[in-house]
T-cell receptor
């Protein structure tokens, strides 16, 4: 059972454009929703995260929009740069009952072309 | 503050052997989780340790095991290696005792089974 569905699988954006990645979840036990950025040969790096009682969070060029009723959330990258070219993963974190577990989407490979 | 450190970075083994991977969490973090990353299955949760106790375990066979030491460092062991165990094994750490705390990843150990 895929509990976090992520789309698109790949995305090509022009430099300066907006990159949008969408995720939908099923597990209502998720209580935190982080996004990770992964470059080849490196581990996932935390990019930005949101609690389910918040509808939007912005950090620099990165914004998470969260719709609790629809069980959907998205990442917007404004003014996309070639250095943003990486694979992005959305995730849901369960931290109840003293156990921490991330459930990841399948990832989106973003290519920003000059 | 030093990040999550995983050793070794690369390992080559043959079928039937066993392997031990090591993870040193961020200073002050007491929760250590392990994930397997493959192109086909993506990032999958293996298990989580907190204060030397396994709190949660993913859907992996008993050949995959782990432990955590009193200094929070963790090891993961895979016995009777199979070709399908070839993957990037990632370790993540967090405080583990408070809400909305993201997990921070190391750069992983790339395990190749011949």
């Amino acid at each position: 059972q895929q509990q976090v569905k992520q789309s698109p699988q790949s995305l090509i954006v022009q430099k300066g454009g907006i990159s949008i990645i969408n995720c939908a979840y099923e597990n209502t036990a998720f209580d935190y929703f982080p996004w990770y950025q992964q470059f080849p040969g490196k581990g996932p790096a935390l990019l930005i995260a949101i609690r389910p009682d918040v509808s939007e969070k912005k950090e620099g060029r990165f914004t998470i929009s969260f719709n609790k009723s629809a069980k959907q959330f998205s990442l917007h990258i404004m003014d996309s740069q070639p250095g943003d070219s990486a694979t992005y993963f959305c995730a849901g974190l369960t931290s109840g009952a003293g156990s921490y577990q991330l459930t990841f989407g399948k990832g989106t490979k973003l290519s920003v072309i000059p | 503050k030093a990040g999550v450190t995983q050793t070794p970075r690369y390992l080559i083994k043959t079928r039937g052997q066993q392997v031990t991977l090591s993870c040193s969490p961020i200073s002050g973090h007491r929760s250590v989780s392990w994930y397997q990353q493959t192109p086909g299955q993506g990032l999958q949760f293996l298990f989580e340790y907190f204060s030397e106790t396994q709190r949660n375990k993913g859907n992996f066979p008993g050949r995959f095991s782990g432990r955590q030491f009193s200094n929070s460092r963790s090891e993961m062991n895979v016995s009777t290696l199979e070709l399908g165990d070839s993957a990037l094994y990632l370790c993540a750490s967090s405080h583990g005792d408070r809400d909305n705390q993201p997990q921070h990843f190391g750069d992983g150990t790339r395990l190749s089974i011949l």
